[in-house]
């Protein structure tokens, strides 16, 4: 019979000496202050959001533009020239997703480290609790655990709206995507055909024979 494999149980957070709680309550308070200030979104997020409507219509159009010159079998020069505009905007709409990405990761890695502490302060309630600490310990406690509440759903809605725009981003790139893969498809098809011989190649058997005949 094999043995059951049961999963590790996480170690309990250890929880803060009743001591140090004042302290530590008063430099997390500066801290969350600090980790809700920067997940609020700064001015380069906020310029983003109010550039890519515009952007996405014009995006939109000039697609639209760009496979109708496709489809009339445009020259080799129209083609790069194509193909370096639609590069330079790919180039920026990239550059927008880098921002809003380090920016959502910014805000995971705050959210990872208010979970932690939150699971911190649970056990130090419990514990301030058991060993039957101050009436005022606890009130301390408990404002410090609604402080992080409140940070929480703070960062939790900035994520929120950042990963929304995030994938609104993330069409405008796949446009450029998509223009960029047509122009490179009818790109290789026109050299295709510049390379292709215009007389018959000289190892077919019949002209072997005719030339013998002759």
């Known amino acids: 019979l094999r043995e059951s494999v049961n999963p590790p149980v996480p170690a309990a957070r250890a929880a803060i000496p009743v001591a140090?709680?004042?302290?530590?309550?008063?430099?997390?308070?500066?801290?969350?202050?600090?980790l809700t200030a920067s997940a609020a979104a700064g001015a380069n997020i906020g310029s983003i959001a109010k550039m890519l409507p515009d952007m996405s219509e014009k995006l939109d159009?000039?697609?639209a533009a760009t496979t109708k010159t496709l489809d009339a079998e445009p020259s080799l020069d129209t083609l790069q020239s194509l193909q370096q505009d639609w590069q330079r905007r790919e180039l920026a709409t990239k550059g927008?997703?880098?921002?809003?990405?380090?920016?959502?990761?910014?805000?995971?890695?705050?959210?990872t480290q208010l979970g932690d502490l939150q699971k911190t302060w649970g056990s130090t309630r419990a514990a301030a609790q058991e060993t039957k600490a101050p009436d005022p310990i606890?009130?301390?406690?408990?404002?410090?655990?609604?402080?992080?509440?409140?940070?929480?759903?703070?960062?939790?809605?900035e994520?929120?709206?950042?990963?929304?725009?995030?994938?609104?981003?993330?069409?405008?790139?796949?446009?450029?995507?998509?223009?960029?893969t047509q122009i490179g498809q009818v790109q290789d098809k026109a050299v295709a055909g510049i390379l292709a011989p215009d007389l018959p190649p000289i190892w077919q058997p019949k002209l072997w024979a005719d030339a013998l005949t002759a």
Do not use: M, Y
């Not at 004042?22 to 500066?30: C, I």
């Open 96 to 111: 927008w997703l880098s921002q809003l990405t380090a920016q959502a990761i910014k805000l995971e890695e705050a959210l």
């Open 159 to 180: 994520r929120t709206a950042l990963l929304e725009l995030q994938s609104r981003v993330a069409l405008e790139v796949t446009k450029c995507s998509t223009a960029l």
């Open 138 to 157: 606890l009130q301390q406690i408990d404002a410090t655990l609604t402080a992080i509440t409140v940070a929480q759903g703070k960062i939790q809605s």
């Open 20 to 34: 140090d709680i004042a302290t530590r309550a008063t430099e997390l308070s500066n801290l969350l202050v600090t």
């Open 61 to 63: 159009r000039q697609l």
